[in-house]
């Protein structure tokens, strides 16, 4: 039974640049949440993707985006990105209630 | 909006004692509670999940929810040094809403 996935595992950009994260949901689950982990902090909801839709957000801005495919695999985009935006990106699949499984996240670094 | 407050520790515990680790919140709409643990440089790993007020038991874990109190802990019998790590509390919104987290507590066991 495949768990959740995520590429790339680690990734360096430059301040204003744009990035997209990839991740396939653990196998039987249609719904994906996205997370970000800055340094010491807990995880905070981005958004969620449901039946390829946008269906809940956190409180981020527009530069952060994303997209769920047929399949039910996701990607997370940020536009502009900020020294600020350092931080561990994870993506949680779920099906039907609210137990969250977490992929190993993708740690990305903004110079 | 929702708050979620844990003891940031470091809290330290000999091996073979009991760890308590404690979590207050402020959604009392909340319905359901997850416990995730986060090894460093790792994403978060559910542990445990508990919906009704009481005790639920697992192995060497324990969660306990009083909603009355907005408080809900974790017990981790027989500590091990596997068990250091930070822990994250985690009141379920209600589905698409996402996971509101605490800043987790990080446990050290001591040998």
């Known amino acids: 039974d495949a768990g959740v996935t995520q590429s790339p595992t680690h990734l360096i950009k430059t301040r204003g640049q744009q990035v997209t994260l990839r991740c396939s949901p653990k196998s039987g689950h249609d719904t994906v949440s996205w997370y970000q982990q800055a340094l010491g902090q807990g995880p905070q909801f981005i958004f969620q993707y449901y039946e390829e839709e946008e269906r809940q957000r956190g409180n981020f801005p527009d530069r952060f985006s994303g997209h769920q495919f047929p399949n039910y695999s996701s990607e997370l985009n940020v536009n502009a990105l900020l020294l600020g935006d350092s931080a561990l990106y994870l993506c949680?699949?779920?099906?039907?209630?609210?137990?969250?499984?977490f992929g190993p996240g993708t740690r990305l670094l903004v110079l | 909006q929702k708050e979620v407050e844990q003891n940031s520790g470091p809290l330290s515990v000999p091996e073979g004692a009991i760890a308590s680790l404690n979590c207050t919140y402020s959604?009392?709409?909340?319905?359901?509670f997850f416990w995730y643990r986060q090894y460093s440089g790792k994403s978060p790993e559910l542990i445990m999940s508990?919906?009704?007020?009481g005790d639920k038991e697992d192995g060497r874990f324990t969660a306990q929810l009083n909603k009355a109190s907005q408080y809900v802990s974790l017990l981790i019998r027989d500590s091990q040094p596997s068990d250091s790590a930070t822990y994250l509390c985690a009141p379920g919104g209600g589905g698409a809403d996402g996971l509101t987290f605490g800043k987790g507590t990080h446990l050290i066991i001591q040998p």
């Open positions: 959604d009392r709409g909340s319905q359901s």
């Open positions: 508990i919906y009704s007020n």
């Open positions: 949680a699949s779920l099906t039907g209630g609210e137990t969250q499984y």
